[in-house]
């Protein structure tokens, strides 16, 4: 009720001052002068309040970044305007100048300052004044590979070099899987929630949460992709088909399955090892047991040992698509 009263006083008092202002300074017609003057100030009243509706859904940041943009597009109209009083038969044209360029200028640093506030920290901004500019080191984060939570396990050991870029469209997705009426889906859109708050407290990894979209694309795998172009940065994920698509665009991709298979311990034939047979094979009289990475073993005439721990031989490794497979029989 308050806010409301505020409203209808600024409205009331602006339509006042245009009175007051049209009368006196007669701008219009005498006998309308007064009334003239409250009608524009009413519409300035209303513009102003469609303006404070709209501007409460803006970040706070973003404000912040479009009035420094349009203070410093005013100040580069007034340096350029200063050129021109050197020139003496100019000066009827100095003001409209002016005002035009202040105007242009004004507005192009408003709107720069509106799109890309999120290139604007100060740690972007220190390294650009470096010549060190990171931006070819930004790693962009998919929803497989968030929800996965592998990856923060990589940034605690310090292999993770470089910016963590994390899209709002990314976040929008991650709230709808945790907003989902699935338990299955709803668990995992909390996991990776969960995951990014792991990541964004490690000492020793930058998080960026950017709110570069692109509307006209509707995929969020495109999306990504066209992030990437945009600002240079690799895809971090474990879905295959993204990566494909990337690689076909030219954007580098950072899976973590393939690291996850690359780190796999080298097993050599003739290689003895410990493990448990858990089930069945599908040839007849195989068993199977599995690692701690999840590398399966095939144990040939391990039927009678099913639940039991035993020492097998290896006898060859076969590297698959979905992963290693290591072939074995049980030592004599």
Same mark, same amino acid.
């Given at each position: 009720?308050?806010?409301?009263?505020?409203?209808?006083?600024?409205?009331?008092?602006?339509?006042?001052?245009?009175?007051?202002?049209?009368?006196?300074?007669?701008?219009?017609?005498?006998?309308?002068?007064?009334?003239?003057?409250?009608?524009?100030?009413?519409?300035?009243?209303?513009?102003?309040?469609?303006?404070?509706?709209?501007?409460?859904?803006?970040?706070?940041?973003?404000?912040?970044?479009?009035?420094?943009?349009?203070?410093?597009?005013?100040?580069?109209?007034?340096?350029?305007?200063?050129?021109?009083?050197?020139?003496?038969?100019?000066?009827?044209?100095?003001?409209?100048?002016?005002?035009?360029?202040?105007?242009?200028?004004?507005?192009?640093?408003?709107?720069?300052?509106?799109?890309?506030?999120?290139?604007?920290?100060?740690?972007?901004?220190?390294?650009?004044?470096?010549?060190?500019? #990171?931006?070819?080191?930004?790693?962009?984060?998919?929803?497989?590979?968030?929800?996965?939570?592998?990856?923060?396990?990589?940034?605690?050991?310090?292999?993770?070099?470089?910016?963590?870029?994390?899209?709002?469209?990314?976040?929008?997705?991650?709230?709808?899987?945790?907003?989902?009426?699935?338990?299955?889906?709803?668990?995992?859109?909390?996991?990776?929630?969960?995951?990014?708050? #792991?990541?964004?407290?490690?000492?020793?990894?930058?998080?960026e949460i950017v709110e570069t979209d692109f509307p006209k694309v509707r995929e969020v795998d495109a999306?990504?992709?066209?992030?990437? #172009?945009?600002?240079?940065?690799?895809?971090?994920?474990?879905?295959?088909?993204?990566?494909?698509?990337?690689?076909?665009?030219?954007?580098?991709?950072?899976?973590?399955?393939?690291?996850?298979?690359?780190?796999?311990?080298?097993?050599?034939?003739?290689?003895?090892?410990?493990?448990?047979?858990?089930?069945?094979? #599908?040839?007849?009289?195989?068993?199977?047991?599995?690692?701690?990475?999840?590398t399966m073993v095939v144990v040939d005439n391990a039927i009678e040992v099913i639940g039991r721990n035993?020492?097998?031989?290896?006898?060859?490794?076969?590297?698959?698509?979905?992963?290693?497979?290591?072939?074995?029989?049980?030592k004599e």
């Amino acid at each position: 009720m308050m806010i409301l009263l505020i409203r209808i006083l600024f409205v009331v008092l602006l339509m006042a001052s245009g009175y007051l202002i049209a009368d006196q300074q007669e701008l219009f017609a005498q006998t309308y002068a007064g009334y003239m003057g409250m009608c524009l100030g009413l519409i300035v009243g209303l513009i102003g309040l469609y303006s404070e509706r709209k501007l409460r859904r803006v970040r706070l940041a973003r404000l912040i970044w479009s009035l420094i943009g349009m203070i410093v597009g005013f100040i580069l109209a007034q340096i350029l305007v200063q050129f021109f009083i050197i020139f003496p038969q100019l000066d009827s044209l100095i003001t409209p100048f002016q005002i035009l360029l202040s105007l242009v200028l004004g507005y192009t640093g408003l709107m720069i300052g509106y799109i890309h506030f999120s290139s604007f920290s100060i740690p972007t901004l220190i390294k650009t004044f470096r010549g060190n500019d #990171k931006q070819y080191n930004n790693k962009i984060l998919d929803t497989s590979v968030i929800i996965d939570g592998r990856i923060a396990d990589i940034c605690e050991t310090g292999f993770i070099e470089g910016n963590l870029v994390i899209p709002q469209f990314i976040l929008k997705e991650l709230q709808h899987i945790a907003d989902s009426s699935d338990v299955l889906k709803r668990n995992r859109g909390r996991r990776g929630l969960d995951i990014l708050q #792991k990541i964004q407290k490690l000492a020793n990894v930058n998080v960026e949460i950017v709110e570069t979209d692109f509307p006209k694309v509707r995929e969020v795998d495109a999306k990504l992709v066209e992030l990437g #172009k945009t600002i240079g940065g690799k895809i971090l994920t474990n879905d295959f088909n993204l990566n494909k698509i990337a690689e076909l665009q030219g954007i580098t991709v950072l899976n973590v399955n393939e690291l996850a298979n690359a780190l796999k311990p080298v097993v050599l034939p003739g290689e003895v090892m410990t493990v448990h047979v858990l089930k069945e094979g #599908k040839e007849t009289g195989q068993g199977v047991a599995y690692l701690d990475d999840g590398t399966m073993v095939v144990v040939d005439n391990a039927i009678e040992v099913i639940g039991r721990n035993v020492e097998v031989s290896v006898t060859s490794v076969l590297q698959t698509t979905a992963g290693r497979m290591i072939f074995s029989r049980l030592k004599e």
